[in-house]
Structures are given as structure tokens and as C-alpha cells.
């Protein structure tokens, strides 16, 4: 039996495999940048891609210094170098120390080509979009079970709103199975789960690991969703040609947890407000009521019987001190009236006519007040009526009269 | 009416939006107004309570379509 190589040693004669081989000291090599990454060392990091292969990149800070091209994810590059062995990790890598930019990168265009297709199909459009409900029963998730993500994500249900129920439809979120397997997984949950809404999720990664939401036939499946789907697809910068054919974006899983709930803790104050509003109103209304009747209690005892006895023995008296008032009035018209009368009578008094020396005749026979000469006759006895006392006399013919002027006796 | 322990969430909220609304058109006979705020008031506790003793459900879709526990 031969010995068995330690690993650093195994590793030692690969990598110096690798150096004795000149076609693989001074290589150039071309792909799409991924995984790129800047160290605050200044070294840069990065895989190189195509279709079917990847290869590890290191470039030292004494070589990024001198780039002129600064690439990033999804740019097509050239670069130079030599491959090497990284003996602790294990792995064959480029240290390059050139790059050149080859136009835009294979996978971008794919990207931009799918989302021009489908957006000229009308799959994005604003009004195909539809509502999110407001109260979830049933929340369907397309994601891996065993994803960080899947946990956040009920973590965030669990808190917000624990009334729902959550169908995870469990899938492949990565690599060349995971297209198919999400549409099944789409289409299981509109057949058999009849949930509120689908929420569509993968948590972040390289855009490698996030190109299963940039295929075609799971845009199509996403479109096709009798139930509003939400996407939840890396983080927030990431945007799939997934995102656009959703009903709603969200930039990671755990928001897309939170755009599909309503919050229980704010339902919790809605629903005081709403109780205090109830208690409100039917105080309102009670106290309005009340207020009437005792309104109508006061109308009421206006027009009682008793009130209008008291109301009507007020107007007796009010009309007791007027009469009063009146009374008095008029006997005092009266007495004047009368001292007007007395004068007046006064100064018809005919004796009051007798003493400026007027007289008053009468015939004697009865007593009957001559007013003129004519009609009595010579005999007749008269009555002189003056001031102070009557003569009593006889009438002359005027014959007589004129011949006995004289007084007789 | 239905009976408020069978309503969901959704349905009992909407209902006490209703009955609110209802009651803030006035209007109302007194009995009616009575009656609409007890089961505004019911509703209202209903919620509560849901959301009170709520606890999330999880679980899977099958390949065969079945929905069971996680």
C-alpha cells in the first residue's frame, strides 16, 4: 500500500503543475465579471463567467492601481495573467494584472432582450397590475424552505399579522432546475391552496444566483397567477424581470412579507379608534335624546292646565290693577266733567238772567210761561215773575192802558 | 345577522365600519341605534380577541397538491 499524500503537499505539486505549464503563465482569458468585489486592501476579487464555467480572479492592489477599467457585475471583460494555485482554500485561480472591457455582458443583454420582449407584450403594464387585499387569509409562499429567507419572513407574518395562514410551495430558487420548478410551484398553489395572494421570494445573492427570476418562463407563470403574486427577490438594488410582471415589487423577501399584511399592532389602535368612535356615537345619541325630552318636559309643562290656570289668574290680576288704573282715570274725567256742567248750568240759570233785570211772565190760570204778546188777551192774570219775588197782574187792553196811565189805589 | 364568532377578521372589521358609519349618519331610532352599537361592541371584542390569541399557521403544499403541517 503507497503512502498517502498530505493535502499541503498534494496541493504544493498541483500548483506546481500549474507553474511548469507556459501556456497557463501568460494567459488571456474573457467572461462576464460577477461577485465583484473591491478590499479596502485595494486587491480586487471577482469570478469570471460564461454559460457553462467559472473562474476564480484575484488582481493585487499593485495591478488594480494601473487599470484603466474598473469592472463590474455583468461587464464583459479580457483579462491577462497567470493561473495559480490559492493552497489554502483549495482552488485554481487567475492573478490577473491587465483587463479590457469587451462590451456589455452576455447575460445583461439577455436580461435587456427578455425585458423588451415581454414589456412590448404588455406584461408590465400598470393596469394589469392588481390589488393587494388588505386582510390575507391565506398567504401562499414560492421559495426555498430551507432559505434564511423563508424564516424571516414568517418571523415578519408572525409579528404582523398571525391571523393569516402561510402555504409555503416549496422550490429550487437557484441554478438551471429552478425556473421549471418555480412555475410548478406557481401553478400548485392557484390549483390547490386558493390563497389571498403569492409572495414570490428569494433572499440576496450574486446575479448568477438570482437569474432563475430573470427567466422567461417564470415571468410567464408570474403573469399568469389567477392570485396577485408579490416578488421579494434579493435585495433592494435587484431588480428581476420577475419584479416587473408582479403585481407588486418588493426589494426583499421580509418586505414582501410586510407589503402583503396589514399590521396587527396598528389594527389593534384601529380598532380603539373604531370602539371609542362606537362608544361616542351612542353617547352622542343618547345624551341628544335626553336633552330632547327634557326640552319637551319643559314644553310640555308650559301648556298644562295648571300652569295655564296660574297664567290666567296672573292676566285677572294684570287686568284687575289696569282696570284700577282706568277707573280711577275716568272718575276723574267725570268729576270734571261734571264741575263743567255745573258752571255751565249756573250760567243758564234764569234767575241769574233775572238779576241783570230781565223778568219772567206767566199766566196765572196756569202757570203756563208766556214767551211773546201775541194771544193774550186784555183780563188775562198774569204772573211777574222777577229776582226777588212775583207781581201778580192783569193784562190791559193798550186803549185802556194809554187812558188809565195812572196807578190805581 | 350572522353569528360574530364565526366571522373572520375581515368580515367582522368591515362590519363594524359599517354599523359605524350607520350610526354617524344619525337619524336612527333609538332601539335600532341600541342594537347596532351592542353588536358594534361585539364585533369590536371579537377582533380583539382574534388578533389576541391569533397564532400563525404554516404550512406545505405537497407535490400532489395536498396541504399539510410544516
Known amino acids: 500500500m503507497a503512502d498517502a499524500y498530505s493535502i499541503a503537499e498534494l496541493t504544493t505539486y498541483i500548483r506546481e503543475m500549474f507553474e511548469v505549464n507556459e501556456n497557463l503563465q501568460d494567459v488571456w482569458v474573457q467572461g462576464e465579471v460577477s461577485n465583484m468585489r473591491r478590499a479596502s486592501s485595494g486587491h480586487w476579487y471577482f469570478t469570471l463567467k460564461d454559460a457553462d464555467a467559472q473562474l476564480k480572479c484575484v488582481m493585487w492592489r499593485t495591478s488594480t492601481a494601473r487599470q484603466t477599467v474598473t469592472p463590474d457585475d455583468g461587464d464583459e471583460i479580457m483579462a491577462h495573467g497567470y493561473i495559480g494555485v490559492y493552497d489554502s482554500q483549495g482552488v485554481y485561480q487567475l492573478y490577473a494584472d491587465s483587463i479590457r472591457a469587451v462590451g456589455a455582458g452576455d447575460l445583461y443583454r439577455q436580461f435587456e432582450l427578455l425585458k423588451a420582449k415581454l414589456e412590448a407584450e404588455g406584461l408590465f403594464a400598470p393596469e394589469r397590475k392588481r390589488p393587494i387585499p388588505t386582510f390575507p387569509r391565506r ?88 392570485v396577485p403574486v408579490i416578488t421579494g427577490v434579493g435585495h433592494e438594488t435587484d431588480f428581476t424581470i420577475a419584479d416587473f410582471v408582479s403585481d407588486l415589487r418588493a426589494p426583499t423577501p421580509s418586505a414582501a412579507a410586510e407589503l402583503a399584511t396589514p399590521d396587527s399592532a396598528e389594527l389593534a389602535l384601529g380598532l380603539r379608534d373604531l370602539s371609542d368612535t362606537l362608544h361616542g356615537l351612542i353617547d352622542d345619541k343618547l345624551a341628544t335624546l335626553k336633552y330632547n325630552v327634557t326640552a319637551s318636559r319643559r314644553t310640555l309643562g308650559h301648556v298644562a292646565p295648571a300652569s295655564r290656570i296660574r297664567n290666567f289668574r296672573q292676566r285677572v290680576d294684570d287686568y284687575n290693577v289696569r ?20 258752571s255751565a248750568l249756573n250760567a243758564a240759570d234764569p234767575r241769574s238772567i233775572l238779576k241783570r233785570g230781565y223778568a219772567i211772565v206767566y199766566r196765572s190760570e196756569d202757570m203756563e210761561r208766556l214767551d211773546k204778546a201775541a194771544g193774550t188777551k186784555a183780563g188775562v192774570g198774569i204772573t211777574i215773575q222777577f229776582h226777588d219775588g212775583e207781581l201778580k197782574a192783569r193784562v190791559e187792553d193798550k186803549d185802556s192802558h194809554e187812558r188809565y196811565k195812572r196807578t190805581l189805589f | 345577522m350572522s353569528d360574530i364568532n364565526e366571522l373572520s377578521f375581515e368580515k367582522a372589521y368591515e362590519e363594524l365600519e359599517d354599523i359605524i358609519s350607520k350610526l354617524e349618519s344619525g337619524d336612527l331610532p333609538l332601539e335600532e341605534s341600541v342594537t347596532l352599537f351592542e353588536r358594534g361592541r361585539q364585533l369590536s371584542e371579537h377582533c380583539q380577541t382574534l388578533l389576541d390569541k391569533a397564532e400563525l399557521r404554516v404550512s406545505q403544499l405537497t407535490a400532489d397538491g395536498r396541504v399539510e403541517p410544516l
Open chain 1, 139 to 226: 398567504i401562499g409562499i414560492v421559495t426555498s424552505p430551507e432559505a434564511a429567507a423563508f424564516q424571516d419572513m414568517q418571523n415578519v407574518l408572525r409579528r404582523r399579522f398571525p391571523l393569516a395562514e402561510i402555504i409555503l410551495s416549496p422550490t429550487l430558487v437557484q441554478g438551471a432546475d429552478a425556473p421549471p420548478r418555480i412555475v410548478t410551484a406557481i401553478e400548485r398553489l392557484n390549483e390547490h391552496a386558493e390563497p389571498d395572494v403569492i409572495l414570490v421570494c428569494r433572499g440576496g445573492g450574486s446575479i448568477e444566483d438570482l437569474w432563475a427570476f430573470n427567466d422567461e418562463r417564470v415571468a410567464r407563470a408570474i403573469a399568469a397567477s389567477r
Open chain 1, 323 to 342: 282696570l284700577a288704573v282706568l277707573q280711577t282715570g275716568t272718575l276723574v274725567r267725570w268729576r270734571e266733567r261734571l264741575a263743567a256742567r255745573t
